[in-house]
């Protein structure tokens, strides 16, 4: 990233899923996302209802993050995904979008969501609460 370059944070409810798939892809949640079934990209995309995104402030403005979840902007926020691509991984990015998050569903509202192991220590470091009881059934598919 050029050292002039800015973030721009949004709310962006019809990323492209093309986009999306890239950042997934590159994030390394790609080996834990269906990146190759695009009607369950379209479908997660479709029915999160907070959707926010960090892009490069130059021309075509390239997506870098992309943070998905469900909440009722009343009590809970769920994050689905928090996913950086890999060449801006360590500049902010992530906590730019989980800043973003808070800021648009102001302070009444929880955050939850379940990490990728390798990423705990990102998520202990801005400040969230490890929570020691969580509880899952899994996919089948």
């Avoid at 892809?25 to 790609?30: A, D, K, M, N």
């Avoid at 979840?69 to 500049?91: H, R």
């Avoid at 609460?129 to 089948?140: L, N």
Wanted: with cysteine; hydrophobic share 45%; aromatic share 8%.
């Amino acid at each position: 990233m050029a050292p002039t370059s800015k973030v721009l944070y949004a709310s962006e409810p019809t990323l492209d899923v093309g986009e999306f798939r890239r950042v997934l892809v590159e994030s390394g949640l790609g080996e834990t996302r269906p990146v190759d079934d695009e009607a369950r990209l379209k479908a997660m995309l479709g029915n999160a209802n907070l959707v926010l995104t960090a892009r490069l402030d130059v021309d075509g403005r390239p997506l870098l993050g992309v943070a998905r979840g469900v909440t009722d902007f009343s009590w809970v926020c769920y994050i689905s995904e928090l996913a950086v691509s890999a060449s801006a991984q360590g500049l902010g990015i992530g906590k730019g979008l989980m800043d973003e998050a808070r800021r648009q569903l102001g302070t009444s509202v929880a955050i939850s969501l379940i990490s990728m192991p390798d990423a705990v220590g990102f998520y202990e470091r801005i400040g969230m609460k490890r929570m020691p009881d969580a509880f899952w059934f899994s996919r089948q598919h």
